[in-house]
């Protein structure tokens, strides 16, 4: 069964801080992972995609891994700032054609802290 | 400007009703979607159309219908609504590009109470 778990659910840290969201997938076979950020009250906005052959990606302070032989991928977030506040999802796409092809994860809840 | 707009943001109705969510995207992306999301679960989606004369079924299609209007248009109906159809629900647009990296760039959400 094609699956994207996320882990914390919620995450609370003090602003400054790092932190790491995890997900790890059982989709296959794979094409790309998606991390996006969702803020309350507003759509998804994509931060990273990376494909098999990425290992690391940084965009500003965020920073996505993807191991894909464990079928594992990471993001971490870098000198926290309270506008980190946010749901963040991983997504994986399958190597198939047609829509039906995006598995979404249920999200990991970031509150950031003064 | 936003690229992707929904109408309503916020919508109240009753069971049995009929309502219309409505899309336009201004990002000249041929893809367009409608998900829906609920708390705990993952975004799902409904309907989704890679060009005017293309629509298509996604994992929870039972009770909706889309129709599109334009490439710009996208909407989305329920045509007798029933409590649990209550969600956030989120339009998004997508260009395909070389490989499959095509990114999706999703509306504001409408926020759909049945009661």
């Known amino acids: 069964k094609n699956q994207v778990e996320q882990s914390p659910q919620s995450l609370i840290i003090l602003e400054g801080k790092n932190c790491t969201l995890q997900?790890?997938?059982?989709?296959?076979?794979?094409?790309?992972l998606r991390w996006y950020k969702q803020d309350t009250g507003r759509g998804p906005v994509s931060l990273t995609i990376?494909?098999?052959?990425?290992n690391t990606k940084s965009n500003r302070r965020y920073t996505a891994t993807l191991d894909a032989d464990t079928k594992q991928s990471s993001l971490h977030i870098t000198a926290s700032q309270l506008s980190d506040s946010a749901s963040y999802i991983c997504v994986v796409k399958k190597a198939q054609t047609g829509a039906n092809n995006l598995f979404f994860g249920t999200g990991t809840r970031l509150t950031v802290i003064p | 400007d936003a690229d992707v707009t929904q109408t309503p943001r916020n919508r109240i109705t009753k069971t049995g009703k009929r309502i219309m969510l409505e899309c336009s995207q201004t990002?000249?992306?041929?893809?367009m979607y409608w998900y829906r999301q609920d708390p705990g679960l993952g975004l799902r989606l409904i309907y989704y159309?890679?060009?005017?004369?293309?629509?298509n079924k996604g994992e929870i299609s039972d009770g909706y219908s889309v129709s599109r209007q334009a490439q710009a248009k996208f909407s989305l109906s329920l045509e007798s609504a029933i409590p649990n159809q209550t969600a956030l629900y989120f339009c998004a647009t997508s260009a395909p590009l070389a490989g499959s990296t095509d990114t999706q760039y999703f509306g504001p959400g409408t926020r759909l109470t049945v009661l």
């Open positions: 990002k000249g992306h041929d893809r």
């Open positions: 997900c790890n997938y059982t989709v296959s076979p794979f094409s790309n």
């Open positions: 159309s890679f060009d005017v004369k293309d629509i």
């Open positions: 990376m494909t098999f052959s990425e």
